[in-house]
């Protein structure tokens, strides 16, 4: 009999912490008003609640704005960072088409 191990798993709290914090928003203030300056507005006790892993995102384009988000300030660096951050989500991966609107 074989003994599969299992990989832990990361949650989307977990990730969306780690990824800020990656990205320099060393608060969870800063990185909305970052979201905010880009006309992305949403209370502050949403992204603790994402933190938390009270509350998952939803909304597949608000993440793609968020993932662009910490594109921009080195947060993720890599597709597989990105498609992480979405599976964690319950949200699967990139299409071809996103992958072409994510900043480089």
Known sequence: MNA????????FGQLFKFFRIQAGFTTISQFADTL???NIIYCESLYYHWQGNNKVPTNRKLLLQVIAMLIDHSGL?????????????GKGYLTKSELTQLPQ
């Open 4 to 11: 599969q191990t299992q990989q832990p798993v990361i949650s």
């Open 36 to 38: 905010a300056d880009k």
């Open 77 to 89: 660096t890599t597709v597989d960072q990105a498609n992480m951050l979405l599976e964690s989500a």
